[in-house]
């Protein structure tokens, strides 16, 4: 049984405080995890409060119905009691931030009161396999200004025998882009998330991203293509889409992304259009979708119900799956589940704001999820990168 539960404010990689939380159990049990934070966060996600509150929030409502009260091991009913303290459909009471670090803090000590690993423990022992990282390596938006309008060009892997091999290959992409941009004496800025952040245009980012990825993939001798994350919510205005040097409508940015994946073959297209417009997502799926990843991360917020009504209209084939957007790890694997049992493909992913915790590693390899998207550089990042190569070399 959970004995203990501590909450406590600790910095993010943004300097922000996020929410910490320890979980003990009567056994000897022990897990810690932390809440990351979002800068595009979709207006469907659940609610992150300020720290403190949540923090007051959460020892207010939920403390006395997790400790002495549930099992470490049982993630549903620790996630159950987080739902019942908060009383409300998105976590508004407690704060997201409060409920995901004490569900992933409750999964970590639960593996620990009985000796699996952390992936194994959520996975089981019939399932389990290595995703393929996707990486960061050019970005802007609402991740660092005067950069491009997209929010992230992520190299992927796809021909990578091994994670060790795809970690290798997106830090040398990311390492590679630098040169390039250094020849050309543009400025190397990163952005949050440890991307390069230079104040090119997108065109140019495009060109440079494919010359990256194709060096990169001649000199480790397997195939890397590479996809983006438009998060296109934050460019929609008044039923437009805004880029800085131009504006599109919904028409146009469906033929924009249609023509960026055929001319670059790009292999994952995230949030390419407006987080409500499930209509138009299952136009741009029909017409790319048999080759490319059309990923919901805004539009599904790792939501089943919305997930369900993606599902029912061919939005996407593939959901971005974000704890903390939803609040608990029961959640996020329901999601993965209804996902996989219609062909949507499960991306495991950071924030924007994250910290050292190695959660969304072992999620990823626990319920099988194809993809991982955590960044390439940064020591937010490679604690999630190198906790996979931990996990790979165990086997
Ligand atoms: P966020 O960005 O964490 O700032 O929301 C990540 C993403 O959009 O995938
Ligand atoms: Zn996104």
């Given at each position: 049984r959970i004995t203990d539960v501590r909450l406590r404010r600790v910095l993010d990689s943004r300097g922000n405080t996020t929410v910490e939380a320890d979980v003990s159990t009567t056994n000897g049990g022990f897990g810690r995890a932390a809440a990351p934070s979002g800068?595009?966060?979709?207006?469907?996600?659940a609610i992150e409060l300020p720290a403190q509150e949540a923090i007051a929030r959460a020892r207010d409502h939920a403390l006395s119905r997790l400790e002495g009260e549930v099992?470490?091991?049982?993630q549903r009913a620790v996630d159950a009691a987080l739902h019942d303290a908060d009383g409300t459909d998105n976590f508004s009471e407690i704060g997201a931030n409060s409920a995901v670090a004490i569900s992933m803090a409750a999964a970590k000590a639960g593996a620990d009161s009985v000796g699996v690993p952390l992936y194994q423990h959520l996975g089981g022992t019939f399932r389990g396999s290595a995703p393929t990282p996707l990486g960061n390596v050019i970005g802007g938006g609402?991740?660092?200004?005067?950069?491009?309008?997209?929010q992230e060009f992520l190299s992927v892997?796809?021909?990578?025998?091994?994670v060790e091999d795809a970690v290798l290959a997106n830090a040398r992409v990311h390492a590679h882009i630098k040169e390039l941009l250094r020849a050309e004496d543009v400025p190397t800025n990163k952005g949050d998330e440890g991307a390069w952040a230079p104040p090119i245009g997108d065109d140019r980012a495009f060109e440079i991203v494919d010359e990256a990825t194709a060096s990169v993939a001649e000199e480790v001798g397997f195939d890397i293509g590479f996809g983006l994350d438009v998060a296109a919510s934050e460019l929609h205005e008044d039923g437009d889409y805004v880029y800085g040097d131009r504006t599109r409508s919904t028409a146009e940015q469906i033929d924009y992304v249609a023509e960026m994946v055929r001319e670059y073959d790009l292999r994952y297209v995230e949030d390419?259009?407006?987080?409500?417009?499930f209509g138009e997502w299952a136009e741009l799926t029909d017409e790319v979708g048999s080759e490319t990843l059309v990923c919901g991360d805004d539009l599904f917020v790792t939501n089943v119900a919305r997930l369900q009504e993606g599902i029912e209209r061919g939005s996407a084939n593939s959901i971005l799956i974000k704890p903390n957007q939803i609040g608990t790890l029961t959640d996020a694997v329901d999601a993965i589940e209804r996902g996989a049992a219609h062909g949507v493909e499960s991306v495991v992913s950071h924030r924007s704001g994250e910290t050292e915790d190695t959660t969304i590693a072992h999620l990823a390899v626990g319920v099988g999820a194809p993809f991982i998207k955590t960044g390439t550089v940064g020591g937010e990042r490679t604690a999630k990168l190198n906790e996979l190569l931990r996990i790979e070399g165990r086997a």
């Open positions: 800068a595009s966060t979709g207006e469907h996600e099992d470490s091991t049982d609402a991740h660092a200004a005067e950069a491009t309008d997209i892997p796809v021909g990578a025998p091994s390419p259009l407006d987080e409500n417009a």
